[in-house]
């Protein structure tokens, strides 16, 4: 067994830093996003193509999604949005609870359903979108 030298440990160190600072960083613009309570809504995707934009209110509402990959239910409460029924052999998105920021997701794979919330009022200057793929 060899034991670690010194050098080596000194680039674990940076790695770690490095992969802090980045997390940090990431953490810090998504926690001092502002906006007001109401002002958030969620847009939900079956199969690719946009199904429903919702606004997140406080006020309940009840969205029933029915198509050929399944049964889902969403529910709006308490400016936020939630899955709470789904016929999928495994209710993974059951587990992913109530989201209500911006950026947060709740995806059921088998429904091919993805909901996602977020800013409408955020310029896009403020987005830190891709803007490449490899």
């Known amino acids: 067994m060899q034991k670690i030298k010194r050098g080596d440990f000194f680039i674990i160190l940076l790695v770690l830093l490095a992969a802090a600072s980045i997390y940090g960083v990431k953490l810090y613009k998504n926690h001092n996003e502002h906006y ?8 939900i995707t079956v199969n690719g193509k946009e199904y429903k934009t919702v606004s997140l209110t406080k ?9 050929k990959f399944g049964h ?4 709006v409460f308490n400016y936020g949005i939630q899955m709470t029924y789904s016929d999928a052999p ?14 947060q997701q709740i995806i059921c ?7 996602e919330v977020f800013n409408p009022n955020k310029s896009a200057d403020d987005e830190d979108e891709l803007d490449a793929v490899i």
Not at 59 to 67: A, K, L, N, P
Not at 72 to 75: D, I, R, V
Not at 109 to 115: E, F
């Open 72 to 75: 889902n239910t969403l529910k």
């Open 59 to 67: 006020e309940e509402q009840i969205i029933d999604i029915q198509t």
């Open 90 to 103: 495994l209710r993974i998105a059951l587990e992913m609870g109530f989201i209500s920021k911006p950026k």
């Open 36 to 43: 007001q309570q109401g002002d958030l809504q969620a847009i």
């Open 109 to 115: 794979i088998p429904a091919r359903i993805m909901v």
